[in-house]
């Protein structure tokens, strides 16, 4: 007689785990009911807007430059100005004062010394506290007015060049409130303007040591031409020489610009024959006409087009050189 067939007795844990773990399957059909697969959208909370809690400053004078005889209108920009606020520049008062608003006050510029660049500086009448430990009741934009050469007003044409060499520190003029704009550069002062463009108002030259025997070491242009020497920009003029003070001349300035520009070791490109007076191939052929798809020269004439690459470079002519190629503003 055939065994009696077996039959399985229920496993209650096993069962239960297995119900368990199918209705806890995200995949299962049968627990699709059961399952719910929550999708959460997570909550942004935006920072408020801050709004800068504005202090005592002075931003801005314009116009930015004037006749150093004075009387020139301006507009002082700022913020927190105070009515019966007073207005110095250069230490000295502007007349016609008036506080128009808490950004602006308009006034006439005082006389001063020719050829400065001085504070514009706003006085309020009361105290304003920009923190615990700081009490202001004046504030200044440093060297804010240029007082004109007296041989550069506002109608010459080298005038905005030659106000951004100054404001950049490249140099101060040529004496007596003048800058000598029709004056030629000598190769001593063009090593001062180069290296300041280049390096900044602040940049000290190493001390000479005694390169160039037409150079006294110690002398005042002694530092500049050997640093100029040093970086690889000039050689001399022949004969162990520096002659400093030879003008220089226009194509000479050429090869000066471009090498403080892009390195002692660089090399333009071959010339084409833009300029008529300027023979192509020829030794600075090539920078002069680097120096013209560079927009730094338009030439001494247009038309025919000439270089005039022999002519001394005026110390007018320096201040846009100076500015073009190293993009002062």
Known sequence: MPAAARVPTPNPLSDTYSDLHTNLDPHAHASSDLYTTATLTPTVTLAPTVTPTPF?????????????????????????FQGGASLLIGGAPATGVNVVS???????TPAL????????TVTNPTTFFRSYSQRLTNASLPGGWLSDFLDVPQSNSFHA?????????VTSGCGGGNYCPSSPVTRAQMAVFLLKAEQGPTFVPPACAGVFPDVPCPSPFADWIEELWREGITGGCGGGNYCPSSPVTRAQMAVFLLKTEHGFNHTPPACTGIFADVACPSPFADWIEELYAEGVTGGCSTSPLLYCPGS?????????????????Q
């Open 312 to 328: 001394s470079n005026s110390r007018g002519q320096m201040a846009v050189f100076i500015v073009k190629t190293f993009n002062l």
């Open 102 to 108: 808490s950004t602006e006050i308009d006034a006439n």
């Open 113 to 120: 010394p020719a050829g400065t660049l001085n504070d514009v």
């Open 161 to 169: 060049y030659v106000e951004k060499v100054v404001r950049h520190g």
């Open 56 to 80: 005592f400053q002075v931003l801005a004078i314009a116009p930015r430059s004037g006749p150093a005889s004075g009387g020139t209108a301006v507009v002082v920009s700022g913020t927190l």
